[in-house]
């Protein structure tokens, strides 16, 4: 998986107002340290917001796009606190049903297939 194969499947599937919300979310999640995901998807999931940010979401936009943008590069306590905080307040205004079935389009549309495995190839090799 590349950030190219992301940006196309970004291209091929028409991504509503919520999924946008919905990877934002995830993004701040990867960002305060408390995504379960497997580190290679945790990858994929950022290009995936880097793929959709310049998209309008419903709930979530500029000022929580600033927010990524400033914390990307620093990982200090105070920074992924703040973080925490707008990512629960995120979570809370997206509905569980609507995360779920964002989780579950991404899976079944294929933008993970095969992440996990190809990691550990990698690592193997």
Known sequence: MSPER???WVAAHALSVS???CATAVMLKILDGKC???AAEKI???WLYDAVK???GHLLGA???ALIAAARPVADEA??????EKRVLAETAISRPVMKAFKAMIRRDGLLDGVRESAAEEEAA
Do not use: F, G, Q, W
């Open 36 to 38: 379960k995901m497997h």
């Open 44 to 46: 994929v999931m950022a």
């Open 79 to 84: 920074t992924r606190n703040l973080i925490y």
């Open 19 to 21: 999924d946008i919300d």
């Open 6 to 8: 992301v940006s196309a």
């Open 54 to 56: 310049a998209r309008p």
């Open 63 to 65: 000022e929580m796009h």
